[in-house]
């Protein structure tokens, strides 16, 4: 099975090494290293917290949406209540 544009030789076999674009093991030093990602550490942890943020708010708006809905249902069902 290969990828195209990639030798089956450069696939990453079960349990094997994670390897960087030049063919080099990713090995981190330190937790420091892990978070600066070579240098590109702000751009990448930045997206997974303006991602994480953007998802946080959609909830937010959706239980707001659902829970004026419910209001809105329980007026109206209140005021249309034969007395």
Same mark, same amino acid.
């Given at each position: 099975?290969?990828?195209?544009?990639?030798?089956?030789?450069?696939?990453?076999?079960?349990?094997?090494?994670?390897?960087?674009?030049?063919?080099?093991?990713?090995?981190?030093?330190?937790?420091?290293?892990?978070?600066?990602?070579?240098?590109?550490? %702000?751009? %990448?942890?930045?997206?997974?917290?303006?991602?994480?943020?953007?998802?946080?708010?959609?909830?937010?708006?959706?239980?707001?949406?659902?829970?004026?809905?419910?209001?809105?249902?329980?007026?109206?069902?209140?005021?249309?209540?034969?007395?």
């Amino acid at each position: 099975m290969s990828t195209p544009g990639r030798p089956e030789s450069e696939l990453l076999p079960l349990g094997g090494t994670a390897r960087s674009a030049k063919g080099a093991p990713m090995n981190w030093g330190s937790a420091g290293e892990f978070f600066a990602m070579g240098g590109y550490g %702000v751009y %990448v942890w930045g997206s997974y917290g303006i991602t994480a943020a953007l998802i946080g708010f959609e909830a937010w708006l959706t239980l707001r949406r659902r829970r004026r809905a419910l209001c809105d249902a329980l007026a109206s069902a209140s005021s249309e209540a034969p007395r």
